[in-house]
Nanobody
Framework: QAQLVESGGGLVQAGGSLRLSCAASGRTFSSYAMGWFRQAPGKEREFVAV????????YYADSVKGRFTISRDNAKNTLYLQMNSLKPEDTAVYYC????????????????WGQGTQVTVSS
């Protein structure tokens, strides 16, 4: 059974940093696109970033570009999201996702999802 488990969330002051991890198990995701989404209270889930395996390319939402960095370690089957210069509007539950198609993933229709980790940024 494939499983994604996020960790690293917490409470941080504005301007601070956090590093989220997504540990994958049950299968190898090295050939999958993997990414991050977030959902704030009362809002729809939104795309944050994706790592596309075949081109080793990355894509980011405009709201996080220049502040967040997505990376992956295939040997550890783990995806990361380094978040710097955090803002109160970054407060949300962050979800890890994986799918064979980057387009399907970024459309929010990924096959695999984690349970989420809470990130709270205080002003």
């Amino acid at each position: 059974q494939a499983q994604l488990v996020e960790s690293g969330g917490g409470l941080v002051q504005a301007g601070g940093s956090l590093r989220l991890s997504c540990a994958a198990s049950g299968r190898t995701f090295s050939s999958y696109a993997m990414g991050w989404f977030r959902q704030a209270p009362g809002k729809e889930r939104e795309f944050v970033a994706v790592f596309n395996w075949n081109a080793e390319s990355t894509y980011y939402a405009d709201s996080v570009k220049g502040r967040f960095t997505i990376s992956r370690d295939n040997a550890k089957n783990t995806l990361y999201l380094q978040m710097n210069s955090l803002k109160p509007e970054d407060t949300a539950v962050y979800y890890c996702a994986a799918d064979r198609s980057r387009a399907v993933l970024t459309a929010g229709q990924a096959r695999y999802w984690g349970q989420g980790t809470q990130v709270t940024v205080s002003s």
